[in-house]
């Protein structure tokens, strides 16, 4: 998209509605994800909150200039938010040892983004856990998350509920705006399998 180029309602009178909507549910995506409201995006886009709202609902074209400021407010490009007709090879391969990125988020907890593609809807990660850690969110945030232990033992602890101790082959599902936490109490690595979504900022 070049920078004089404009999602227009009388350019694209078929491809519009669908684009519209496409954008819009993007766009809310990313921005829940990233824990923020209307008015923290508003003001990092130098936009009103109002257009942002209706932008969201698939009610408005967007420029060029105005949807890069919107995308760099994720570190992302403009080019993320568009369709892009080669999706219609809805069949994505990761090989083993090509998976995008590792991120340790402390010590002896690492996340491995199977797809890093913050435009779907579901986001795998496989986590590890070494022996005595834990990884916790305190406040939440939105969405809704699956767990599946590949490895070792874990304990999931989901808001003011019992701790469940889960294994090999066992799985979980919550509400991930509740705060959770996982832990190995074990001697073992532990390994699992999330899915969230949507997707987060990781």
């Known amino acids: 998209m070049t920078p004089s180029t404009r999602v227009n309602n009388k350019e694209l009178p078929e491809r519009l509605h669908p684009e519209r909507l496409y954008l819009g549910e993007r766009l809310r995506a990313l921005r829940q994800a990233r824990g923020m409201t209307l008015q923290d995006l508003a003001d990092a886009a130098h936009c009103s909150r109002s257009f942002l709202s209706m932008l969201e ?27 892009d007709d080669r999706r219609a090879d809805s069949l994505k391969i990761v090989r ?11 010590h002896g907890i690492q996340v491995q983004i199977l797809f890093n593609n913050l435009l779907q809807k579901i986001q795998p990660v496989l986590l590890t856990l070494e022996p005595a850690t834990e990884h916790r969110n305190d406040t939440g945030h939105a969405g809704e998350e699956f767990v599946y232990v590949l490895e070792g033992e874990l304990q999931l602890t989901v808001n003011e509920a019992p701790t469940r101790t889960l294994r090999s082959g066992d799985s979980a599902y919550y509400p991930s705006a509740l ?19 949507p997707p987060r900022l990781v």
Request: proline share 7%; glycine share 6%.
């Open 179 to 197: 705060p959770h936490r996982l832990s190995n109490p074990g001697k073992d690595t532990a390994r699992i399998l999330t899915i969230s979504t």
């Open 96 to 106: 083993h040892g090509e998976a995008p990125r590792t991120v340790e988020l402390s």
């Open 57 to 83: 609902r698939g009610q408005t074209d967007v420029s060029a200039t105005l949807l890069q400021r919107v995308a760099a407010a994720f570190h992302l490009s403009a080019a993320d938010f568009l369709p």
